[in-house]
């Protein structure tokens, strides 16, 4: 499969670099250009290209290795990392399965691609899972051990970077580079290890902007203060933007004005680049939550919609769409998403309480209970209880109620439960015992108006008239009307 570059060189898979990357685009350009046009100077050259920053040309050559071969899967690995970089969810997924289509089982590039890709997805899981492949790999190959360390430094796994560049470093790196990256892995790992209160990643990723072209260097360090001073962030994604307006640069900087509250213009933008750019369907989803957050459920519900045309097997949207349907009030179609959801996903116990809460709002407190029963029998979890207390007191089922509230007060003290209680031994006209919870209400501060106002209930009912009156006045100060 492979065609070494260099006559010295044992590997040139193993061997493209962004030091060496000039040289080796020269050579193949040679190459190429003398009549040699495989699939594998076409995939190396893509390779160079890649480690370069230059997308552009790394895509076309490519795309030309596999229209050579289409089966030459080291390719589909160079497509992958690209878009990967270029941060196209939807193509690196693309090419990250015809990769698995058609590589061996040890092939750890795909492994260390895939682990890159589902991080940057936050699916942690799933790259957890190839993670985990990738270190079970038992070759005697200094790169693949660089690559387990790469996979760890992802993870923020300390001792494993440290153990696996150290392996690698036995095993003699085959150029320079690689030698210096495992250093600096070894070197920050230690720090990390030695003194727990720095972040020897953060370190290394600080150390390693010094080698990227300046778009991404300011890009890394916008990434690197996102979350604790956004307008540096904003300021440094500015600056990559100008240099290189590409899409991932402009997501990044949706991201962080969603982040400031400036939730229209990060609309602005994202549109934009979906308009542009088609492939961008990760978007989809931040134009979701964008939209719920200004509360236009009807626009977030088109973006849902369009998310899962992309992306069926993704429960986490489902989930949001149940929500954004919940907050429509169209609970037909909540149930008709919560049918579909449960027949690809029948292990989610979340779509059982999520039926029990469209039973509750339909006043269908019987079929509710059920299923939050069957829940209680999996879990013995205090909101469940307290929907649990809730159904029981709506049918009149107070002894039951009363018991179920007062198992939620022995694990946990919360308004919303004295609440009920107090509304539970108001009903059964035990009223001293409803005036303790209601004013335990009061104290937790969960109610309310409604606290105030069933509190000047039992008073009137325990004929303290004159601190009814008084205690009336107060749930209309705060909002209280007849109409409610």
């Given at each position: 499969m492979f065609d070494n570059i260099y006559t010295f060189y044992n590997d040139a898979e193993y061997l493209i670099n962004f030091f060496n990357a000039n040289r080796i685009i020269k050579l193949l350009k040679k190459r190429i250009e003398s009549g040699q046009k495989t699939p594998q100077n076409y995939a190396f050259l893509a390779n160079a290209y890649y480690h370069k920053a230059q997308y552009s040309n790394a895509l076309k050559c490519a795309l030309k290795s596999k229209y050579l071969d289409e089966n030459y899967y080291y390719a589909d690995f160079v497509?992958?990392?690209?878009?990967?970089?270029?941060?196209?969810?939807?193509?690196?997924?693309?090419?990250?399965?015809?990769?698995?289509?058609?590589?061996?089982?040890?092939?750890?590039?795909?492994?260390?691609?895939?682990?890159?890709?589902?991080?940057?997805?936050?699916?942690?899981?799933?790259?957890?899972?190839?993670?985990?492949?990738?270190?079970?790999?038992?070759?005697?190959?200094?790169?693949?051990?660089?690559?387990?360390?790469l996979a760890c430094f992802l993870e923020q796994d300390y001792k494993n970077i440290l153990k696996y560049s150290i392996s690698a470093l036995k095993m003699k790196p085959k150029t320079f580079e690689n030698l210096i990256l495992l250093i600096g892995l070894i070197f920050f790992s230690e720090i990390s290890i030695f003194f727990k209160n720095i972040d020897g990643i953060k370190l290394f990723r600080y150390f390693a902007t010094l080698f990227l072209p300046k778009d991404e260097r300011y890009a890394w360090l916008s990434d690197m203060c996102m979350y604790y001073d956004s307008k540096k962030a904003l300021k440094n994604i500015n600056k990559a933007i100008k240099i290189n307006p590409k899409p991932a640069y402009l997501i990044r900087k949706a991201m962080i004005l969603g982040s400031c509250y400036r939730y229209k213009k990060a609309i602005n933008i994202l549109e934009s680049v979906i308009k542009d750019n088609s492939e961008y369907t990760s978007v989809y989803e931040y134009l979701t939550n964008l939209y719920i957050c200004l509360r236009d459920y009807k626009k977030a519900l088109e973006y849902a919609n369009l998310d899962l045309l992309n992306n069926m097997h993704n429960p986490k949207m489902y989930h949001r769409k149940l929500d954004i349907l919940f907050k429509m009030e169209r609970y037909d179609d909540v149930l008709k998403v919560l049918d579909k959801l449960e027949k690809e996903f029948p292990d989610d116990c979340g779509l059982e309480y999520k039926r029990a809460q469209v039973f509750m709002v339909n006043k269908d407190y019987e079929k509710a209970l059920l299923y939050i029963n069957k829940l209680l029998l999996r879990e013995n979890d205090n909101l469940y209880l307290q929907d649990k207390m809730y159904c029981l007191f709506m049918l009149e089922r107070y002894d039951e109620a009363i018991d179920t509230g007062l198992k939620i007060l022995g694990t946990e003290e919360k308004g919303i439960t004295c609440f009920w209680l107090s509304r539970c031994y108001l009903a059964v006209e035990s009223y001293s015992k409803a005036l303790i919870y209601i004013n335990k209400a009061i104290l937790l501060g969960d109610c309310d108006k409604w606290d105030y106002y069933w509190k000047s209930v039992i008073l009137g009912k325990l004929g303290r008239k004159d601190e009814a009156e008084l205690t009336f006045k107060k749930s209309v100060n705060l909002g209280y009307s007849e109409d409610d």
């Open positions: 497509l992958t990392m690209i878009y990967i970089d270029e941060e196209n969810i939807s193509k690196a997924e693309k090419y990250l399965s015809i990769l698995f289509e058609k590589c061996p089982q040890d092939y750890y590039f795909a492994y260390y691609a895939a682990v890159g890709l589902y991080s940057m997805k936050d699916e942690y899981d799933i790259a957890q899972k190839y993670s985990d492949k990738l270190k079970q790999i038992n070759k005697q190959e200094p790169f693949c051990e660089t690559l387990k360390a």
